[in-house]
């Protein structure tokens, strides 16, 4: 999860990583092509709404998947550094984060309660979705003010082509 400090950011990461990690990996294992299958997807989210609930889905990925039993047995994630049981230094915590708790261990206790409550089914579809589709995430107002200000289709649209309008009679 990443808050790029400007619009381009994120793709030029991507590009980065695609550059060098991906020559350094395929001449190290002998092998050659990508690694990912296709582009890479990204989703807006509203912070203010969705941000520890992005995070807890995050954290509890390995979990859904099988590869591990609760998130702090996965150890490539950021949880166990959000949980005090590690120090990660790639990992900036989120201003929404710090309002969990007025200290260090009332913040990680809250996290950790937090994902340990864990997600409705119908938040982890939605969330799967919108990841899949590089959808937004966020409330309607959300929504519809990003829409005004990319002036770019951001709500759900109907399927299909529009319909014509018949011909006026004269």
Same mark, same amino acid.
């Given at each position: 999860?990443?808050?790029?400090?400007?619009?381009?950011?994120?793709?030029?990461?991507?590009?980065?990583?695609?550059?060098?990690?991906?020559?350094y990996f395929n001449q190290r294992h002998q092998r050659?092509?990508?690694?990912w299958e296709g582009?890479?997807?990204?989703?807006v989210i509203d912070s203010e709404a969705y941000l520890l609930t992005c995070m807890a889905y995050i954290d509890l990925n390995p979990v859904r998947a099988g590869v591990a039993e609760v998130a702090e047995d996965f150890n490539w994630s950021s949880y166990k550094h959000l949980i005090g049981q590690k120090i990660d230094k790639l990992?900036?915590?989120?201003?929404?984060?710090?309002?969990?708790g007025n200290t260090p261990f009332s913040r990680e206790a809250a996290y950790a309660a937090y994902v340990a409550a864990? #997600?409705?089914? *119908?938040?982890? /579809?939605? #969330?799967?979705? *919108?990841?899949? /589709?590089?959808?937004?995430?966020g409330r309607p107002e959300f929504l519809k003010s990003l829409q005004k200000k990319t002036q770019?289709?951001?709500?759900?649209?109907?399927?299909?082509?529009?319909?014509?309008s018949p011909p006026q009679s004269q």
């Open positions: 999860l990443l808050t790029p400090p400007s619009e381009e950011a994120m793709s030029l990461m991507m590009q980065a990583v695609g550059r060098s990690y991906v020559r050659s092509g990508t690694l582009r890479y997807k990204s989703s990992v900036t915590p989120h201003a929404l984060y710090w309002g969990l864990g #997600l409705s089914a *119908s938040m982890q /579809k939605d #969330l799967t979705e *919108s990841v899949l /589709k590089s959808r937004v995430v770019r289709p951001i709500l759900p649209q109907k399927a299909g082509r529009p319909f014509k």
